[in-house]
């Protein structure tokens, strides 16, 4: 008896650790993706980006600041040989030399610039326009990254579906397989048409072994793409595929071309490139900036200054820049000539992109359609044929045949009504509204 409970209470354990081992999820589409923007590392990766541009854009703000260096020495002299020349008159007479041993210096300088032939308001425009640019690179990101999400999900949604069905199919094969086993027994059916029914179970086995393996697969690949636990079951919500409104479906390009981020990322690194032209053309001009300081000096039994101040302008001219800059304005002409075709190219890409979205949405309908008519008379055709096999006016083959064919437009009309929601935010994300149909909130 104390075995037999040992081994009971083992049993209870073991059924415990597997129940953890294999934590069930339900997941709606939504949090999936929301559960990707917090956790992609693409995601991060852009977020750090644009930080950084952000501290860039704030570090060339600073330099509107002045410029303030404070110093400070403190030295020792020996045997220092002063000669001090007296100018007057009224001595000529050598007179003894002080004993300089030490020297103290403290200085403040301020530097505050006033003119650098606009480069510094040009280049806060450089990186006030990059660093929007690499905001929107970072919205471009989240809209890829959502996609990604959309497709794993109806990808998985698709794999339980097939499981579900195949499941179905093999009961019944099985079922099939045992009546044609007791009518073969009493001789009413030949052996041939039992071996028929066995093969297609055998067939089932595999489809359905297959399709286990395909769910599997997706399912860890899910999780992976979530940073979930590899053991979790993902239990999908079904009224994210059928009910929901499928609203602002775009008819052409014009959306993308005012929402797209990676477009509107590339115009603002043109906007930047011709700020850098500006930047670049600064160096003919000289620089002027207010300067200023407070000196204070102690060398021993020489002199001491205290609180000598001192204030003005000062300009500097680099003369070589007249030659020398003409090839940095060139250089940054043509920055700005690379990017204007790297939009014009862009924005091609786009309109094909969407054109293409709007046709696979609309060929999404129509299959849709297609298929659920398929389904009708699939499963019409199935039952005729079994009443027709049952009074024995249809053979083993038809109806096998028949079972099949409709076992293939149950499983085409689920994948089909998956693609039209997969498709519809494929098209969202082609014309750049996927972020705020998640609402994402503001970077």
């Known amino acids: 008896m104390k075995a037999r409970k040992l081994l009971l209470l083992g049993i209870v354990f073991l059924g415990i650790i597997s129940a953890k081992a294999q934590q069930k999820k339900n997941l709606s589409l939504n949090d999936a993706v929301h559960l990707a923007w917090e956790k992609s590392n693409e995601v991060n990766l852009a977020n750090a980006k644009v930080a950084t541009k952000k501290h860039e854009l704030q570090s060339v703000k600073n330099n509107i600041y002045p410029e303030v260096k404070a110093s400070a020495q403190y030295q020792r002299l020996t045997k220092a040989t002063v000669n001090l020349k007296n ?36 280049s806060i425009k450089v990186s006030d326009n990059l660093y929007q640019a690499e905001t929107a690179n970072a919205l471009q990101t989240k809209e890829e990254t959502a996609m990604k999400a959309i497709n794993y999900y109806a990808a998985l949604y698709k794999a339980q579906k097939t499981v579900e069905l195949l499941n179905e199919n093999y009961k019944s094969a099985q079922q099939r397989v045992k009546d044609f086993t007791e009518l073969e027994k009493n001789e009413i059916v030949p052996k041939n048409d039992l071996l028929k029914t066995q093969l297609q179970l055998s067939k089932v086995q595999l489809s359905l072994d297959q399709a286990k393996s395909n769910l599997n697969v997706i399912n860890y690949e899910l999780t992976n793409f979530l940073k979930l636990d590899p053991k979790t079951i993902i239990e999908i919500k079904e009224s994210d595929f059928y009910n929901f409104e499928m609203n602002n479906i775009p008819a052409d390009e014009n959306p993308a071309l005012e929402n797209r981020k990676d477009l509107e990322a590339i115009r603002l690194q043109e906007k930047a490139s011709e ?4 930047v670049a053309r600064s160096g003919y001009y000289p620089s002027l900036s207010l300067i200023g300081g ?7 039994n020489v002199v001491m200054v205290q609180n000598a101040m001192n204030f003005g302008v000062g300009i500097s001219y680099n003369l070589s820049n007249i030659f020398k800059n003409a090839t940095e304005v060139k250089v940054a002409k043509s920055q700005a000539k690379e990017l204007q075709a790297s939009e014009m190219m862009l924005t091609d890409y786009i309109k094909i992109q969407v054109q293409k979205a709007i046709e696979d949405y609309d060929l999404a309908i129509k299959q849709k359609e297609v298929y659920a008519l398929a389904v009708e008379q699939a499963s019409e055709n199935y039952r005729i044929l079994k009443d027709k096999y049952d009074n024995g006016l249809a053979d083993t083959n038809d109806l096998l045949e028949a079972d099949v064919e409709q076992l293939s437009a149950k499983i085409n009309n689920t994948v089909a009504k998956a693609d039209v929601t997969q498709k519809y935010y494929n098209l969202l994300a082609a014309t750049g509204q996927l972020n705020q149909t998640f609402k994402l909130s503001k970077i």
């Open 87 to 122: 100018n007057s008159a009224e001595s000529e007479s050598d007179t003894k030399a002080p004993n300089v041993d030490q020297l103290v210096l403290g200085q403040i300088n301020a530097s505050l610039p006033i003119f650098s032939g606009f480069k510094l308001k040009n």
């Open 275 to 278: 700020a850098n032209i500006k």
């Open 294 to 300: 407070y000196t204070t000096l102690d060398l021993k």
